[in-house]
């Protein structure tokens, strides 16, 4: 990916670099079983438990649109984003997924903001494939990679990230509604 939010970023999948598929692997209690797994089918999406390596937030495909926008547009960016079942999945810092519900239910914008899924210790997420499947059908409702993880220890949000984020794109929803 580049330095930017590409608006067409939402239709691309990235490959996953081996230092990321190390990371990712580092989620579960069997690594090496994770990598056996992706070795034999590469293109094949992947359960992998949080709250170790990392929590993810689970945001409706439009509103996690404008979120994305925000932390490219006016914030730090974001770590390994993915999109499956027409949700986006923002891998975040272990721990976001207890913290950022506390957060917005103590915002006044929080009601705006809508429902969350937020997966943390004892939960699990399918990530997509390590490789994109390319066998000329459209792509646009498979399980991929709009941010793959490219490092061993990849920059993640924090539930205040997160939140400022949420909070932004919540306010511009309700500007131009």
Same mark, same amino acid.
Do not use: K
């Given at each position: ?17 081996? #230092? ?6 580092? *989620?579960?209690?069997?690594? $090496?079983?994770?990598?056996? /797994? =992706? %070795? !034999?089918? +590469? ?9 170790? #390596? ?6 409706? *495909?439009?509103?996690?649109? $404008?979120?994305?926008?925000? /932390? =490219? %547009? !006016?914030? +730090? ?13 923002v891998f975040a810092v272990p721990g976001t997924a207890a ?6 239910? =103590? ?71």
């Amino acid at each position: 990916m580049t330095d930017t939010w590409e608006p067409d970023a939402m239709l691309r999948a990235e490959y996953v670099t081996v #230092a990321g598929a190390d990371w990712l692997a580092s *989620a579960s209690a069997f690594p $090496r079983s994770v990598h056996a /797994l =992706w %070795a !034999a089918r +590469p293109t094949a999406p992947s359960v992998l438990p949080c709250g170790t #390596a990392f929590d993810v937030v689970n945001l409706p *495909a439009l509103f996690g649109r $404008r979120v994305l926008d925000r /932390l =490219w %547009a !006016a914030g +730090p960016g974001c770590g390994p984003v993915a999109v499956h079942r027409g949700r986006i999945l923002v891998f975040a810092v272990p721990g976001t997924a207890a913290r950022l519900p506390a957060l917005l239910a =103590w915002e006044e914008w929080g009601a705006h903001v809508p429902p969350l899924m937020c997966h943390g210790p004892g939960e699990t997420v399918t990530v997509p494939p390590l490789v994109p499947v390319c066998d000329g059908r459209h792509s646009a409702g498979r399980s991929r990679w709009l941010v793959a993880p490219g490092a061993r220890h990849p920059w993640l949000p924090g539930a205040p990230v997160l939140l400022w984020a949420c909070l932004r794109a919540a306010q511009e929803g309700r500007d131009e509604g």
